[in-house]
């Protein structure tokens, strides 16, 4: 229904007013949980009180509290604040017209270390998707020790509860804005596809979703103990018991200042302290790579890949890519245990790259490529398919490359945005962006983005340099060197 111009549209929480422009009806900062204030600050999140009247839904709900990134960051990845209790909001994007519950439905889940990112960012606007008929939902999760701190008095994976209420508000409302609940894909990069890999593997998410996207995120998490240590550390920092009560106490600037001085120089390269999934024993019961490898979700389609140059995000700005001296190379591959014939291999491969070149080509590969290969490799026989791509365009800006969160724009076909021109430069290929977010629009609609899925030949899409193209086994031997 609509009031005018205006598109209305009835949750199971009460009505939501939104705007429409370009045959596209959006709602925007719509709450699925309530706000995680007072003793819901580090609680499980809590169904939405029902509302009476209209409820407008014309501009981005409150963002998690966060810090920006770092300068430079910064420039390349803008991310809006929004003041405001309620950080547990989502947006829809949907053709204004048709659908009756029949929709194609794809939820987005940003990344950003668990500590940065929501769905506000301009790049993420799912217009183009409800252009192209499917109905787009972002969300808004709690990051850093609001969402992924590990307390002995509070439950764990606050963020990923955050999400499983999400999409448990999908599964319930969806069908009102044209979506089908039964034709639902999950999708995310980063952090984002880390958390959607945890999902997989957990019980409480059996039913909210058929087919998942996974981009440059693999599936990894720690034992609850190991998480705890980057709770205890801020805690430290702030001369506090290692507590959800003792840390509600603390002003928010404070624990956010704490926070930011504790894992600003933590990686997964590096080390130090970083937020990470914990395996819990209730959202996260084990692993979640060894439980996609012995067939959780196996009826879930799958679609995963990373960007050929992941590492140049943090190394280029950095100039890591000219400063890192061999002897700093050495040290490097010793300490993250990198075999010494795989850094053979890439080094025969790359003779005139540098060793921060060297060492990021492997990190890339350690940390995304090899693992996602051998989720695929265990899911041959579904009953899900599995496809695999690779994202290879190269920016000019600053020498990025096929650098992370680059794809992110043409998945979403919104190359325009000035902040997509912050990464990609103003010349990005328009065609190119059609083909992928045609792809993921095929696949969302069908479970089939256009391409052979995995087979013993190992089929890649790659997605530049040039026109898609099919490869199989890209990179062969390199990928060998990692297999033990």
Not at 162 to 179: H, K, M, P
Not at 331 to 347: C, E
Not at 382 to 395: I, K, L, Q
Not at 439 to 462: E, I, K, L, N, Y
């Amino acid at each position: 229904m609509s009031d005018g111009a205006r598109p209305l549209v009835t949750t199971c929480d009460g009505v939501l007013r939104g705007s429409l422009e370009g045959g596209v009806a959006s709602f925007l900062g719509v709450p699925y949980a309530r706000a995680p204030v007072g003793p819901l600050r580090f609680g499980a999140p809590e169904a939405v009180e029902p509302w009476d009247g209209v409820r407008e839904a014309v501009a981005f709900g409150a963002t998690a509290p966060k810090r920006p990134y770092a300068p430079p960051l910064d420039a390349l990845l803008p991310d809006p604040d929004v003041e405001g209790e309620n950080c547990l909001n989502l947006n829809v994007w949907a053709p204004s017209e048709g659908g009756a519950g029949s929709r194609p439905v794809m939820v987005w889940i940003h990344g950003g270390s668990l500590v940065h990112g929501s769905s506000s960012v301009p790049v993420y606007d799912g217009a183009a998707f409800a252009r192209d008929g499917v109905v787009l939902v972002s969300l808004n999760y709690r990051l850093g020790i609001e969402g992924f701190g590990v307390f002995p008095d509070a439950p764990a994976n606050l963020g990923l509860r955050d999400q499983l209420a999400a999409l448990t508000w999908v599964r319930e409302n969806i069908a009102a804005f044209g979506g089908d609940p039964e034709r639902v894909t999950v999708s995310g990069e980063s952090a984002g596809a880390i958390s959607i890999a945890a999902l997989l593997a957990s019980p409480l998410a059996k039913g909210l979703f058929r087919r998942a996207v996974l981009q440059s995120g693999a599936p990894t998490a720690l034992p609850l103990e190991r998480a705890r240590r980057t709770t205890e550390a801020i805690a430290s920092h702030l001369g506090v018991e290692a507590t959800a009560r003792a840390l509600s106490a603390v002003p928010r600037d404070r624990l956010l200042d704490a926070q930011t001085a504790v894992t600003g120089k933590g990686s997964p390269l590096t080390g130090g302290h970083s937020f990470q999934i914990a395996i819990d024993g209730e959202v996260l019961p084990r692993d979640p790579a060894e439980a996609l490898r012995d067939g959780a979700s196996a009826e879930v389609d799958l679609l995963m890949g990373t960007n050929t140059e992941e590492y140049r995000l943090w190394f280029v700005p950095s100039r890591l890519t000219e400063r890192l001296s061999r002897l700093a190379l050495r040290v490097a591959l010793w300490r993250t245990k990198v075999p010494s014939r795989t850094t053979r291999a890439y080094r025969a491969n790359r003779p005139g790259e540098t060793p921060g070149e060297l060492l990021g080509a492997l990190a890339t590969d350690k940390l995304l490529r090899v693992p996602l290969n051998r989720v695929a490799e265990a899911r041959p026989t579904g009953p899900g398919s599995t496809y695999v791509y690779e994202f290879g365009w190269r920016s000019p800006v600053m020498g990025l490359g096929a650098c992370h969160a680059l794809e992110i724009a043409f998945v979403f076909d919104t190359l325009d945005r000035p902040e997509a021109v912050a990464l990609a430069g103003p010349d990005a290929p328009r065609e190119l962006a059609a083909a992928m977010h045609g792809a993921w629009m095929r696949f969302a609609a069908t479970g089939d983005p256009g391409w052979r899925p995995w087979d013993p030949s190992r089929p890649v899409m790659t997605f530049g340099p040039g026109a898609p193209t099919l490869v199989e086994s890209p990179r062969e031997d390199e990928r060998r060197a990692w297999d033990t």
